[in-house]
Nanobody, 124 residues
């Protein structure tokens, strides 16, 4: 098992940058495929980005590709989401998740563990 906790959310202006962190504890962090999801008020949870165990393979939602970068530091048991050129549409609660699958996946049903979320608010 692994326990996950997000941090780094806040209120920023459109065009600003923000870096989210996801700290893991328990089973070695490198065991898992990692992903970021988000949920805005009144909206369903949506996939944002995912990264493989070594950090060399990534997948992004079309809405964030080119603006967001997912990365991981297995030695520190931490995953990151660097968010640049933020838009009001990015406003949501962001969740990190861990999966025991063997390849990166965008399917939330294949993620076994979830953090509690961190709020990101982007003003115009």
């Amino acid at each position: 098992q692994v326990q996950l906790v997000e941090s780094g959310g806040g209120l920023v202006q459109a065009g600003d940058s923000l870096r989210l962190s996801c700290a893991g504890s328990g089973r070695p962090f490198s065991t898992y495929i990692m992903g970021w999801f988000r949920q805005a008020p009144g909206k369903e949870r949506e996939f944002v980005a995912a990264i493989n165990r070594s950090g060399g393979g990534t997948t992004y939602a079309d809405s964030v590709k080119g603006r967001f970068t997912i990365s991981r530091d297995n030695a520190k048991n931490t995953m990151y989401l660097q968010m640049n050129s933020l838009k009001p549409e990015d406003t949501a609660v962001y969740y990190c998740a861990a999966s025991s699958t063997f390849v990166v996946t965008t399917n939330p049903r294949l993620y076994n563990y979830w953090g509690q979320g961190t709020q990101v608010s982007v003003s115009s």
